[in-house]
């Protein structure tokens, strides 16, 4: 096969309405799982720490708490199994992988918000008197 016929196949796989996804956002994952006959779709919430890879091979490694104990997943971004991703907050970090946050605990694990100028946002109607 050429090249060119490849990445027209992998073309046709990627998704087109996922979200800009960057390392420190908070998501949701809604990922569909198969028990026996059933379908069902979990969700996952949790920090991206990395992503990796471009096209179809994009991967995410995401972190979340659970019962005081870290739990990671990796989930392939263009997978049939990703059924949606939904980014709750963006973080603001300087680097692109963030294994550091593995080792804190508490209100140190949250990220700032990347919004730095709130100049998009609606001003409050000031009350008069």
């Known amino acids: 096969m050429s090249q060119t016929l490849i990445a027209e196949l992998e073309q046709s796989h990627l998704k087109t309405d996922l979200p800009a996804l960057h390392a420190g956002d908070t998501i949701d994952v809604h990922y569909r799982i198969i028990e ?10 949790g920090v991206i720490l990395k992503l990796t890879g ?8 995401v972190r979340r708490i659970v019962a005081n104990e870290g739990v990671e997943r990796t989930f392939p971004v263009h997978s049939p ?6 980014v709750k907050r963006n973080g603001d970090a ?3 992988r963030l294994y550091f946050l593995r ?3 508490g ?5 700032r918000d990347r919004r730095r100028g709130l100049a998009h946002l609606p001003q409050k109607a000031s009350k008069k008197s």
Do not use: C, Y
């Open 103 to 105: 080792d804190r605990v």
């Open 81 to 86: 199994k990703v059924f949606k991703i939904i």
């Open 94 to 96: 300087r680097r692109a």
């Open 36 to 45: 026996g006959t059933k379908e069902r779709i979990q969700i996952f919430s």
């Open 107 to 111: 209100k140190s694990r949250r990220l």
């Open 54 to 61: 471009t096209g179809l091979n994009q991967m995410m490694m």
